[in-house]
């Protein structure tokens, strides 16, 4: 399988994950162009994708899901709220109804030779997943824009080869940033974002000795830094006294918001 990143932050998001039979794109947040370009760094076209999985309906996720359905008539993967609000969205355009399969979170559905598992988080959107994805050698998981996390989620990181779990805020930065009050309130809320220190505090309990890779994913423009982001993570593990881990034991890096990240081949 293999496993990388066109664009995660709080800008755009798009995800590609595969093996040599089947290959889905997780969330299409930026432009048809930069997506086919980000394909095509690792000899991929949009073409390619034999489906496309929503987590929600927030524009950083789906602002290319009109263009790309359009041209390339790519089955679209979304819980029946996801596709609800999808459709009142005007600004991306008629989307053909054929398109749109409807999938309930933690039920597995297959995909090709992948099987994959939608499971719920806590986020403001309609009906909001994160996705384990995995075929007979590989497990990976897209895991993002959750407020909070809990057994169900940890459960569902558990055993991975590899990871995008958001890393979103660094909480002081937040707090002293320019944002609104409001904003705050709900970036910092159990529907909210999952901060550095979060991030790294969730890590702690899932990994394991074969964990391959994990990116740091949607970082905030405003509220964090790559290099913040990464060595508060590394501490956060290397600080929990119940794993046996630090943060160095692990490849660890930043998903870019405007760059393709490497690509993880398990």
């Known amino acids: 399988m293999d496993f990388f990143s066109i664009a995660s932050g709080s800008s755009g998001n798009c995800i590609c994950v595969g093996d040599d039979h089947t290959h889905v794109m997780i969330d299409a947040g930026i432009s048809g162009k930069r997506i086919e370009a980000g394909m095509n760094k690792y000899d991929y076209t949009t073409a390619d994708m034999n489906g496309l999985l929503v987590t929600h309906e927030h524009s ?28 009142s969205m005007k600004s991306l355009g008629a989307i053909d109804d054929s398109l749109f399969h409807v999938i309930k979170p933690d039920e597995d559905f297959t995909l090709g030779s992948l099987t994959i598992h939608p499971f719920h988080i806590s986020h403001d959107a309609a009906d909001p997943v994160a996705y384990r994805i995995e075929n007979n050698k590989s497990k990976v998981a897209v895991c993002t824009d959750l407020g909070y996390y809990d057994n169900n989620i940890i459960e569902n990181l558990t055993g991975l ?9 660094d909480i002081h930065m937040l707090e002293v940033g320019a944002y609104p009050y409001p904003l705050k309130q709900r970036i910092l809320g159990d529907f909210g974002h999952l901060s550095n220190e979060a991030s790294g505090k969730l890590l702690s309990q899932v990994l394991h000795d074969n964990v391959k890779h994990v990116f740091l994913g ?15 993570v590394r501490l956060e593990v290397t600080m929990d006294n119940s794993t046996p881990y630090t943060g160095a034991d692990f490849n660890i890096t930043v998903a870019s918001r405007s760059d393709v990240s490497e690509r993880v081949v398990m």
């Open 60 to 87: 950083d996720h789906v602002s290319g899901l009109g263009v790309i359905s359009r041209k390339y008539h790519i089955p679209i993967y979304a819980t029946a709220g996801t596709i609800r609000a999808i459709r």
């Open 161 to 169: 080869d590899a990871m995008l779990l958001e890393a979103n805020h």
């Open 218 to 232: 949607h970082l905030s423009h405003e509220n964090n830094y790559p290099d913040l982001a990464y060595e508060t």
